[in-house]
């Protein structure tokens, strides 16, 4: 079968997991400082968060999120846009 669209075959794509919408807060740990952040959705392997576009991160680093308990991952930085970020947990989640 040949594809000419550059799009995956649906049969062939990983399927994504499944993200939920939130809104809590978190931490980004950059050595001694810790900087305010609002996880946007969570899925089992990463996170949107938004932070402010003039801090500078990273490609890797810890996220604590303030859920029902506190959570800390150890995330890589997968993408930037603005002042949404988009991180992969490197650790086991959940």
Known sequence: MSVTTGEVPQADAAPRPKRHRVVQQGRIVLGSRMVPCVVRDLSRSGAKVRVAPEIA????????????????HNVGLRWRRGEFIGVVFVDPCF
């Open 57 to 72: 991160l990273p490609e890797r680093f810890e996220l604590v999120i303030a859920a029902h308990d506190l959570r800390i």
